[in-house]
């Protein structure tokens, strides 16, 4: 056997066995899921495994905080890293399905491409689009990641991130995309205290040549921005003096979505 051979067979036992470890270790959830606690001996009796392996799943699953065990029983229960996540996945759901009617309203009336983005680390990932009478040629923008300092969604979320969040991203390199691509972190501040101060953010041409767009934040019950609602098109439609009252535009729609995800009561 060659080693080249050896080599790809070795790749093909690791993978395997990491596939595994993987569906062992969601089967530990899933039986915690069902039975709400359960010892070792338990989940290693269901899993068909050996106790020390079953150790070694719960072992990497709390220190991720998806497990936990009771001291005084040790037994194991789902831990909070696993509200987290339903937690995270259920707003995405909820955005999505409430904002439906915002986003068609706000198309309807626009004409232009309308979207709702969510923060994924350092950039901003589109979740729903809805699309304008004058917008049906426009490009795909679901499920594409788009870069914070570039455009109008990434500049709403940049403008709400914690002061020290917000200087971690704007002190790092930040790629020039268009000549009007704001790549310092001056510029950027100044342009932050701006999307505040207007309750909108607008970008012309700092993403792609022809291109323009506004956004506004979306808020939870508690005020936290977990969404944003932009509006884009070409330049000739989006003029600048009419991203003002684009903004505006966008704000209100934006308001109306947080209201629908309990802010305000």
């Not at 959830?29 to 606690?37: K, P, Q, S």
């Not at 799943?57 to 996540?85: C, F, I, P, S």
């Not at 986003?103 to 589109?126: H, K, P, Q």
């Not at 917008?135 to 940049?158: D, I, Y």
């Amino acid at each position: 056997m060659t080693g080249e051979r050896k080599h790809l067979e070795g790749n093909g036992r690791g993978t395997t066995s990491a596939v595994q470890s993987v569906d062992r270790a969601v089967s530990v959830l899933e039986i915690l899921a069902r039975h709400g606690e359960a010892g070792v001996t338990e989940i290693a009796g269901e899993l068909g495994v050996h106790k020390s392996t079953a150790f070694r799943l719960l072992g990497v699953l709390e220190n991720r905080g998806l497990v936990t065990q009771a001291k005084d029983r040790g037994k194991y229960h789902l831990g909070a890293g696993v509200l987290r996540l339903a937690g995270a996945a259920a707003v995405r759901l909820d955005i999505s399905q409430e904002g439906v009617p915002v986003c068609r309203e706000l198309a309807d009336e626009l004409g232009e491409t309308v979207n709702i983005a969510v923060l994924d680390d350092d950039a901003a990932v589109n979740i729903m689009q809805a699309r304008g009478t004058a917008s049906v040629t426009a490009q795909n923008w679901l499920g594409r990641r788009t870069p914070l300092h570039a455009t109008a969604g990434g500049k709403v979320f940049l403008a709400h991130l914690p002061p020290a969040v917000r200087e971690s991203h704007l002190t790092r390199p930040l790629r020039r995309f268009t000549e009007r691509t704001l790549t310092t972190a001056s510029e950027l501040r100044g342009e932050l205290e701006t999307v505040i101060e207007h309750g909108y953010a607008a970008t012309l041409e700092e993403l792609e040549l022809g291109l323009a767009a506004v956004a506004a934040p979306v808020r939870s019950h508690d005020g936290t921005v977990i969404a944003a609602i932009s509006v884009s098109g070409p330049v000739y439609r989006l003029r600048a003096d009419r991203l003002p009252e684009l903004g505006s535009r966008t704000a209100t729609a934006a308001a109306e979505l947080s209201r629908r995800m309990g802010y305000g009561f």
